[in-house]
Nanobody, 119 residues
């Protein structure tokens, strides 16, 4: 099994910054894609940013403000969030997909971390 541990959420004022981390561990043979999603109350979960190999993809709402990166040696993905806006308030979830040591594909979710931005 593959487990994810997220950290880095919190409360900030508009214009502030936060950095989220998500570390994967367990029966990992390879990691293909890593991504961050968010879900605000009453809304559907949406993709914020994803990274696969050297390619990244961002939601239009966060382009230019958020940066996703990964440390392959640590099986960790980061989300640097700058110039935060109240609209960024949500629970942020990490998702990692790849191949396990038993050659089975996996896609797992983190437990979620709350980000609250006040105006």
């Amino acid at each position: 099994q593959v487990q994810l541990v997220e950290s880095g959420g919190g409360s900030v004022q508009a214009g502030g910054s936060l950095r989220l981390s998500c570390a994967a561990s367990g029966s990992i043979f390879s990691i293909n894609a890593m991504g961050w999603y968010r879900q605000a109350p009453g809304k559907q979960r949406e993709l914020v940013a994803a990274i696969r190999g050297g390619s990244t993809n961002y939601a239009d709402a966060v382009k230019g403000r958020f940066t996703i990166s990964r440390d392959n040696a640590k099986n960790t993905v980061y989300l640097q969030m700058n110039n935060l806006e109240p609209e960024d308030t949500a629970t942020y979830y990490c998702n990692v997909g790849g191949t396990g040591r038993t050659w089975q594909p996996y896609s797992v979710w983190g437990q979620g971390t709350q980000v609250t931005v006040s105006s």
